[in-house]
Structures are given as C-alpha cells and as structure tokens.
C-alpha cells in the first residue's frame, strides 16, 4: 500500500529566510524521495510567503518546486493544496499548470477507511481581533479586485515584504511555543469540534509551525505539522499507523 503525506508551511520565496535557496532544494529533494512510494501528498497551507496571482501573470521563482509538482502528478500522485493565509490569493494556475487540487476550505475525507479533518488553521479557535479583521480583510473579493489594480511589480514587492516584516517581528522569526492544551486555540477549537464529530480519526493542521502529536480520545488524534523552515517535518500516513517525522537530507524516505 502507498502512503501519504502531510506537509506545510515552507514559505517559499521568503525574504526573512537567508536560506531561502537550500530551503527549497531540500523540499524538492524530499518530495523527489517520495515519488515513488507516496499515493497522495497533502499541503496545508503557507508554502508560498507570499502568492497573489493575476489572470495572466505569476509570481516569478519557485521553479524547482512547481515542476516538482507537476512530476508528481503526472506520475499520478494526487497532491493537494490547501490556501494558508499567505497564500490565499491562488487562482487556476496551480491546477490547470501543476495539476493540484486546490482546497479554499477545511475538508473532511476519508483516507484508507479512516476519518480525517484537514485544514490550514488560521482563523480556527483564535480570538485576536486584529488577525481576525486582517483575515476577513484578505480574503474580501472586493479587496483582492482593488489589488488587482495595482502592478505587479510593486503588489508582489509590497506582499512579500509585508511577510518579511510579520516574520521579523517575531522573537528569532519564529511562532510562540505550544501554550498547552488549555491555551492553544486550534486545541481548544479541536475539541470542540470533535464533540459534535467523534468519529474523526485524525485532525491535521499547519499555521502554528510547532510539532506536536496530541491524542485526543481513544480514537483521535491531532497533529500540527511544524514546518519547513526550521523543523522540516511531515506526517505520513500508511494506512494503519501515522508518525510526524522530520526530514534529514539523504535518508531513505521507504
């Protein structure tokens, strides 16, 4: 049987990350080693620092990744691609060039008989009112028009250096540790969530770029995936056991 994977928050094209270059090289490499044994490969969210796509224009880069993403599903790997909140701005170019099939909400499926909850994060069980408005704010039609009237020389440098200063902001540019589960929003909206869905197997997600692997019953799980930035963690999925792993260049990925 194949596995699954489960990857997400790289950042890719990032100016906070000095290296940028080996970062994505080492995520190809990754998804190179997988090729082989891998039934389907999931990103939740943020592998772009910054993604605003115009109907005939792309941000520039990412080559290495995008035609691994192509190989990867003409090799008939499903790859899905969930929007984070840095990359909210995804039109038809991944799916109609690369083959992906993009996610714009929180999806329950079913992954070799087991229930799963897939999401990004952002925006679940977070009280702060200020990212609340700046998500509504980006994910507005209306807005995302109005900055589609703005050249992309000077759109694409004002987002990415937007991202740059979120991140630079943050002690070491990095998330606050795990709060616990009394503290941490996407633990507490977990759980209440399972409450109304109990059979949820596993609940997955990305955004909080910490590594963590929660039993939350006898029969359910969460797990938020890291990243690829500093851990370079994934989970993979076999069909009867699940483990969060982190990637170290040249090991076999069987």
């Known amino acids: ?4 994977y489960f990857l997400s928050d790289a950042h890719l094209g990032s100016r906070a990350i000095p290296h940028a270059r080996t970062q994505e090289r080492r995520l190809v490499n990754f998804l190179d080693s997988i090729k082989n044994h891998a039934a389907a490969v999931y990103f939740l969210g943020d592998m772009f ?3 605003y796509e115009y109907k005939l224009v792309v941000p520039k880069g990412y080559t290495r990744f995008l035609g691994k993403l192509s190989e990867l599903t003409d090799r008939g790997v499903e790859v899905h691609f969930f929007i984070g909140n840095h990359d909210i701005w995804c039109g038809d170019y991944l799916e109609k060039e690369c083959g992906v099939v993009i996610h714009r909400q929180p999806l329950n499926c079913e992954i070799y008989g087991k229930e799963f909850y897939l999401a990004h994060g952002d ?3 977070d009280k702060d009112w200020k990212f609340k408005l700046l998500r509504a704010m980006f994910h507005s039609t209306t807005l995302q028009r109005l ?3 703005i050249h992309p020389r000077w759109a694409v440098d004002f987002g990415l250096e937007w991202a740059k200063h979120s991140r630079l902001k943050r002690e070491g540019g990095k998330e606050p540790d795990y709060q616990g589960e009394k503290e941490e929003p996407l633990v507490i909206y977990t759980k209440e969530y399972l409450k109304e869905h109990p059979q949820i197997n596993f609940f997955m997600y990305g955004h909080r770029h910490i ?3 929660l039993m939350l019953s006898h029969s359910s799980r969460m797990l938020i995936l890291g990243d690829w930035i ?3 963690s994934y989970a993979v999925f076999d069909g009867e056991n699940m483990f969060l792993e982190q990637y170290i260049e040249g090991e076999s990925q069987l």
């Open 1 to 4: 049987m194949k596995k699954v």
């Open 49 to 51: 620092d910054f993604w």
């Open 147 to 149: 900055f589609s009237t």
């Open 123 to 125: 925006g679940l069980g």
């Open 211 to 213: 590594m963590l692997d």
């Open 230 to 232: 500093h851990e370079f």
